[in-house]
């Protein structure tokens, strides 16, 4: 029998939960880069996904626009598994329904 570790911090608690219950990777990464478009940097985000590419696409996602993946964290339904990310201060935007897509930047000259 295992011992829980009770030193092991618990997850942060989320500023906002995203369902992505049944969405793949495209429509997941719209609908959260929908639902945290208006919250600060330093937001801890809770994304719920049926997604099985789901461990793989948050990550690069996050690498690409610069948000922090913070990782997988305990889900309270056992069909579903959640990940966390944190609000970086400056992302890189992405292209309007391409979220795997920089948006052009604009040319200051």
Known sequence: MTVPDSTAPEPAAP???V???GLLCVQLLLRLRA???HLPAGAVV???TTDPAAPLDLPAWCHLT?????GPVPSPAP???VYALRLT???VRTRPGR???PAPTEDTD
């Open 66 to 70: 610069g948000h922090e993946y913070l």
């Open 46 to 48: 809770h994304i719920h």
């Open 35 to 37: 639902q945290i478009a």
């Open 15 to 17: 500023d906002l939960a």
């Open 19 to 21: 369902d992505g219950t």
């Open 99 to 101: 979220p795997w897509h």
């Open 79 to 81: 069909d579903r598994e």
């Open 89 to 91: 201060s400056a992302p």
